[in-house]
């Protein structure tokens, strides 16, 4: 059997990433509204803790999709999830299932942060 690594990065990046977009939409829009109004679960402020959640719900994802800095842009996602997951459901004691997405997520992302693009991204280095 043939493996096929690069094309289930590919599915990875893409379906994991346009998931989040969804998730990003709405915080990257109160970013360009001026609505900085957010949870400041660690303590960073309000307005940063949107700022770095857009970017890593939104604009990671984009990058992730077209394979332009796909571990740094993962990694930083993962970080997100990450916080999401403890600093914002655990530590207020929410049930499993409404931290399992986060959850979801981090592995995923993690798992891409681990693995990078593939063949089939924007800053694979092609050997000749």
């Given at each position: 059997?043939?493996?096929n690594?690069?094309?289930?990065?590919?599915?990875?990046r893409?379906v994991?990433?346009?998931a989040?977009?969804?998730?990003?939409?709405?915080?990257?829009?109160?970013?360009?509204?001026g609505?900085?109004?957010?949870?400041?679960?660690?303590?960073?402020?309000a307005?940063l803790?949107?700022?770095?959640?857009?970017?890593?719900e939104?604009?990671?994802?984009?990058?992730?999709?077209?394979?332009?800095?796909?571990r740094?842009?993962?990694a930083l996602t993962t970080l997100?999830?990450?916080?999401?997951?403890?600093?914002?459901?655990?530590?207020?004691?929410d049930?499993?299932?409404?931290?399992?997405?986060a959850?979801?997520f981090?592995?995923?992302f993690?798992?891409?942060a681990?693995?990078?693009g593939?063949?089939?991204?924007?800053?694979?280095?092609?050997?000749?």
């Amino acid at each position: 059997m043939r493996k096929n690594t690069d094309l289930a990065l590919l599915i990875l990046r893409v379906v994991f990433s346009v998931a989040m977009l969804t998730h990003g939409w709405g915080k990257i829009s109160k970013v360009f509204q001026g609505d900085f109004a957010f949870a400041d679960p660690i303590g960073i402020g309000a307005e940063l803790t949107l700022v770095i959640t857009a970017i890593g719900e939104f604009i990671a994802p984009i990058l992730i999709i077209v394979g332009y800095q796909t571990r740094w842009a993962a990694a930083l996602t993962t970080l997100v999830m990450l916080g999401a997951m403890i600093a914002v459901h655990m530590a207020n004691g929410d049930a499993f299932d409404r931290w399992e997405k986060a959850l979801l997520f981090f592995t995923g992302f993690l798992a891409i942060a681990l693995a990078g693009g593939g063949k089939y991204s924007l800053t694979f280095k092609r050997k000749f």
